[in-house]
DNA sequence: TCGATTTTTAACGTTCACGTCAAAGTAAAC
DNA sequence: GTTTACTTTGACGTGAACGTTAAAAATCGA
């Protein structure tokens, strides 16, 4: 098993120590083992956790808190599959109203965003029109 | 022309008063028609562009500097293109690569945002199997 | 026209997401 | 085993994006 400190783990995840520490102190991430001396001791497990967080945090543009709410979410649900569930049937129905309305939320951002794209290639297009001005220009 | 006040506006876009004028100050949105009296005015085309800056605040994630940033560049294009520009050649090519950059950003986001999305589906199906589950228990 | 409601600017307050610094403990290097 | 480097907790600092309050001015309704 490999062990990496807070440094290494900076490194690798592109954080800083501090927002290591921070997101560990708000229950984003779990709180890694530790040495004797008290010093976190993060697994490949760990690691990859902190990517999976990064990343949903860039693609839902979410505050860190409907992050960490998401995050419980989604770790509930899937204790609940394997381990015989701890929800009842009209928390099912809750959870599952809530997440077609994040899945709802998605593809309204989705399609917003691939307007805007379209938007940006036309921008470009204007560019090259200027670009060819100039070519032309210098003939 | 249809005139409105700013809390017409607030309730129309869904910020509060103290955002519009915060967005005014920092350039964000540009500074409404006043009345006599210094009472901003707005019409339906500076709503349109409140909204417009909403959209792309939201679906870029970006700051409201970056925004701010982007908005200008954008306006800088425009104006280029119709008044006979601004730019020369080597600001341009600039502008250009700057634009791909964030077009090509778009789309890794969107398609990140597509995995998530089907990763919320997954999550749902399983609820929907948990239901069945109870559902075959009331039988 | 007068009272009630809104709007204005200015200033200070607040929350989030960290940055920075200090003091003490831990690990590593020689 | 001591110096050097790194880590820990704790506390205060900071910039962005507003919220809140106050006092004066403007507008609206009766």
């Known amino acids: ?4 400190k807070i440094d290494d783990v900076a490194k690798i995840t592109g954080l800083t120590k501090r927002t290591l520490r921070y997101y560990e102190e708000i229950g984003l991430i779990p709180p890694p083992e530790r040495s004797d001396g008290k010093i976190r001791l993060y697994t490949d497990e760990d690691i990859e ?4 967080v990064l990343i949903a945090k860039e693609v839902l543009g979410f ?4 992050l960490q709410q998401f995050l419980h979410l989604k770790k509930m649900i899937e204790q609940n599959h394997t ?5 009842g049937p ?3 129905l809750e959870i599952k109203k809530h997440l077609s309305g994040q899945i709802h939320m998605l593809h309204a951002k989705i399609e917003r965003m691939q307007k805007f794209t379209q938007e940006l290639t ?4 204007k560019i090259k029109v200027q670009l060819n001005q100039f070519a ?4």
Request: proline residues 0%; without cysteine.
């Open 49 to 52: 956790q902190i990517r999976r």
């Open 83 to 87: 381990e015989y569930g701890s929800f």
């Open 136 to 139: 032309k220009e210098d003939e």
């Open 122 to 125: 036309e921008l470009q297009q």
């Open 63 to 66: 505050s860190l808190q409907e």
């Open 1 to 4: 098993m490999n062990w990496y």
């Open 90 to 92: 009209e928390e099912l």
